[in-house]
């Protein structure tokens, strides 16, 4: 069973800059394309930034130009790097990944979603 394990949230003034991280542990599977989310209290889930296969990134409007996403396919890990934090961002941020996995009768594609990481930035 393939897990997404994410770390690197926290406190920080605004302005300030934070790393996520979120890995996929377990076996004979790929991740596809793999995405951020965010949910503040009382708001809905929304998409923060989208990475492929290949490396080719897409940003809501909102985090475009202070935010960058990456992945390290050898590790099955993608990261999102914060900068000039707002209080704004304030929310808790998901990983979600597209995930083949792979078994002695062929492969199945499946949807999984982190546990989550509270980020807050204070004005």
């Known amino acids: 069973q393939v897990q997404l394990v994410e770390s690197g949230g926290g406190l920080v003034q605004a302005g300030g800059s934070l790393t996520l991280s979120c890995a996929a542990t377990?076996?004979?599977?790929?991740?596809?394309?793999m995405g951020w989310y965010r949910q503040a209290p009382g708001k809905l889930r929304e998409l923060v930034a989208t990475?492929?296969?290949?490396?080719?990134?897409n940003y809501s409007d909102s985090v475009k130009g202070r935010f960058t996403m990456s992945r390290d396919n050898a590790k099955n890990t993608v990261y999102l790097q914060m900068n000039s934090l707002k209080p704004e961002d304030t929310a808790v941020y998901y990983c979600?990944?597209?995930?083949?996995?792979?078994?002695?009768?062929?492969?199945?594609?499946?949807?999984?979603w982190g546990q989550g990481t509270q980020v807050t930035v204070s004005s």
């Open positions: 990475i492929n296969n290949g490396g080719s990134t």
């Open positions: 377990g076996s004979m599977f790929r991740a596809n394309a």
């Open positions: 979600n990944a597209e995930i083949r996995s792979f078994t002695q009768w062929g492969s199945r594609d499946y949807n999984i």
